[in-house]
């Protein structure tokens, strides 16, 4: 009877908690234009997001893939067979109020820019070139020292950090003005910057704009764009494994400024099938001597991924996933001493069309072993697109529900996802999805769903 009696106290108490924090979220209402800026809108994940809006608007593009305007979501018991959309449940941004704004150290319009960019068919583009020729990018803030193999001239002339971010902040503002601009959303698409560590210019804000001012080599472009973005009141999430706005100052920024951030490193081709195959290995206890990654590509990323330094900050962010889906530390006769290699080869024959192959060594009952191969022919801009819509969506959607800092539940988006301190992050791609709709659930006042179930049988 005593155990029953703290079972119920602590389901009040867990009640009354979250009671409490949905007093907290109110959501208003998506009034106006949603803002969307975009380091790097030049690139083929910006042109290929870009022209399939506005597809969309001319009334013949399918946003495929985008959770936000295609998923549905379950609300309350199976037997109630209530699956809105999540559009329908929630009030969400109008992709029709989408306006865009960038820079990129190219400087060919958005037409011009997605027909080098490859991806899309000539046709498609041309139907839209009136709209994407209006869509050009703002010099960009850029150091050589961070992207080796980027060879772009159209680069702001100021050198001082600080200012540079003043800078952004100015155009942003000014874009805000001219195009009558409700909210913004930032999303970096930026290419991968070097892998470097957080030091003590990145501990808190003082520190961090200071460091501008000194133009402190610790400080790389991602970076002074976060800070304009937060300083604007604009949400932002990292589409590139660099190290960008998971920096102490920064998130402090965002929590003191009531902006919502995420990150990092959009998770599409090779890492998604890992975040998906992992979690039914483990689930099904079978053991890994060894997972063996290799990818072709072609395009801007392929090229900026050729440099050593820059390919080591996006292989960090590949190899993490694994350790924390199996964790050795708990399962040690299955995954203790498995063996995870990544590569990734610049091939500019393939473009943007990547090739993924995965070798993966497991073993079974009696220590039999068995092998998994993989060769996923895939599209990287076509799988970052619709998860770059997603992104904007529901960021705008923390943002007018006053949440702000780290948006795990963002996490189903990201190769590395952001979390608070001390906690470990979710790569179990079915657990990310569950955590995104249970926010989605809790948002829209609605119960979270657990699947026990066992209320069907022994009600």
Same mark, same amino acid.
């Given at each position: 009877?005593?155990?029953?009696?703290?079972?119920?106290?602590?389901?009040?108490?867990?009640?009354?908690?979250?009671?409490?924090?949905?007093?907290?979220?109110?959501?208003?209402?998506?009034?106006?234009?949603?803002?969307?800026?975009?380091?790097?809108?030049?690139?083929?994940?910006?042109?290929?997001?870009?022209?399939?809006?506005?597809?969309?608007?001319?009334?013949?593009?399918?946003?495929?893939?985008?959770?936000?305007?295609?998923?549905?979501?379950?609300?309350?018991?199976?037997?109630?067979?209530?699956?809105?959309?999540?559009?329908?449940?929630?009030?969400?941004?109008?992709?029709?109020?989408?306006?865009?704004?960038?820079?990129?150290?190219?400087?060919?319009?958005?037409?011009?820019?997605?027909?080098?960019?490859?991806?899309?068919?000539?046709?498609?583009?041309?139907?839209?070139?009136?709209?994407?020729?209006? $869509? *050009?990018?703002?010099?960009?803030?850029? !150091?050589?020292? +961070?992207?080796? &193999?980027?060879? #772009?001239?159209?680069?702001?002339?100021?050198?001082?950090?600080?200012?540079?971010?003043?800078?952004?902040?100015?155009?942003?503002?000014?874009?805000?003005?001219?195009?009558?601009?409700?909210?913004?959303?930032?999303?970096?698409?930026?290419?991968?910057?070097?892998?470097?560590?957080?030091?003590?210019?990145?501990?808190?804000?003082?520190?961090?704009?200071?460091?501008?001012?000194?133009?402190?080599?610790?400080?790389?472009?991602?970076?002074?764009?976060?800070?304009?973005?937060?300083?604007?009141?604009?949400?932002?999430?990292?589409?590139?494994?660099?190290?960008?706005?998971?920096?102490?100052?920064?998130?402090?920024?965002?929590?003191?400024?009531?902006?919502?951030?995420?990150?990092?490193?959009?998770?599409?081709?090779?890492?998604?099938?890992?975040?998906?195959?992992?979690?039914? $290995? *483990?689930?099904?206890?079978?053991?890994? !001597?060894?997972? +063996?990654?290799? &990818?072709?590509? #072609?395009?801007?990323?392929?090229?900026?991924?050729?440099?050593?330094?820059?390919?080591?900050?996006?292989?960090?962010?590949?190899?993490?996933?694994?350790?924390?889906?199996?964790?050795?530390?708990?399962?040690?006769?299955?995954?203790?001493?498995?063996?995870?290699?990544?590569?990734?080869?610049?091939?500019?024959?393939?473009?943007?069309?990547?090739?993924?192959?995965?070798?993966?060594?497991?073993?079974?009952?009696?220590?039999?072993?068995?092998?998994?191969?993989?060769?996923?022919?895939?599209?990287?801009?076509?799988?970052?697109?619709?998860?770059?819509?997603?992104?904007?969506?529901?960021?705008?959607?923390?943002?007018?529900?006053?949440?702000?800092?780290?948006?795990?539940?963002?996490?189903?988006?990201?190769?590395?996802?952001?979390?608070?301190?001390?906690?470990?992050?979710?790569?179990?791609?079915?657990?990310?999805?569950?955590?995104?709709?249970?926010?989605?659930?809790?948002?829209?006042?609605?119960?979270?769903?657990?699947?026990?179930?066992?209320?069907?049988?022994?009600?």
């Amino acid at each position: 009877m005593e155990r029953e009696k703290l079972e119920e106290v602590n389901s009040s108490l867990k009640d009354r908690s979250l009671e409490k924090m949905k007093k907290k979220f109110k959501i208003s209402k998506p009034k106006g234009k949603l803002g969307v800026l975009i380091p790097g809108i030049g690139g083929a994940v910006s042109t290929t997001f870009i022209a399939g809006i506005e597809s969309y608007k001319q009334g013949s593009g399918k946003l495929f893939g985008s959770l936000s305007q295609m998923g549905t979501i379950r609300i309350g018991k199976r037997t109630e067979k209530n699956t809105p959309y999540i559009k329908d449940l929630i009030s969400l941004a109008n992709v029709e109020d989408l306006e865009f704004f960038g820079w990129d150290v190219y400087p060919q319009d958005c037409y011009k820019a997605t027909v080098k960019a490859g991806v899309l068919d000539r046709t498609l583009i041309d139907n839209l070139k009136d709209k994407l020729e209006r $869509i *050009k990018p703002n010099k960009a803030v850029f !150091n050589k020292k +961070f992207a080796e &193999n980027l060879t #772009g001239k159209n680069i702001k002339k100021e050198k001082n950090y600080f200012k540079l971010a003043l800078e952004l902040i100015a155009e942003i503002k000014a874009f805000k003005k001219e195009k009558n601009i409700d909210r913004l959303v930032m999303i970096w698409c930026g290419s991968t910057e070097i892998f470097f560590k957080k030091g003590k210019i990145h501990e808190s804000i003082k520190s961090f704009e200071d460091a501008l001012r000194k133009n402190h080599k610790g400080i790389s472009p991602s970076m002074i764009y976060a800070y304009a973005a937060i300083k604007c009141g604009a949400a932002y999430a990292n589409g590139a494994p660099n190290l960008s706005v998971d920096i102490p100052a920064l998130e402090k920024l965002s929590k003191k400024n009531n902006v919502p951030i995420a990150g990092k490193d959009f998770k599409t081709g090779q890492t998604l099938m890992k975040t998906i195959l992992a979690p039914g $290995i *483990k689930s099904r206890l079978l053991g890994l !001597n060894g997972w +063996f990654s290799t &990818n072709i590509l #072609g395009n801007r990323d392929g090229e900026v991924l050729d440099n050593p330094k820059n390919f080591k900050t996006k292989e960090e962010s590949k190899l993490s996933v694994l350790e924390h889906i199996f964790q050795p530390e708990i399962n040690q006769e299955l995954y203790g001493d498995f063996y995870h290699k990544v590569r990734i080869n610049y091939y500019p024959p393939r473009g943007d069309q990547k090739e993924a192959w995965d070798n993966i060594d497991i073993f079974g009952w009696l220590g039999y072993e068995m092998q998994i191969k993989v060769n996923f022919l895939c599209r990287d801009s076509i799988l970052a697109a619709p998860i770059v819509l997603d992104l904007i969506i529901f960021m705008d959607l923390a943002q007018r529900a006053g949440m702000y800092g780290i948006q795990e539940w963002m996490s189903f988006y990201f190769k590395s996802p952001m979390v608070g301190e001390n906690l470990y992050p979710e790569h179990d791609v079915f657990v990310q999805s569950m955590k995104l709709k249970n926010t989605l659930r809790f948002l829209a006042g609605e119960k979270n769903i657990d699947h026990l179930g066992l209320d069907y049988y022994y009600e």
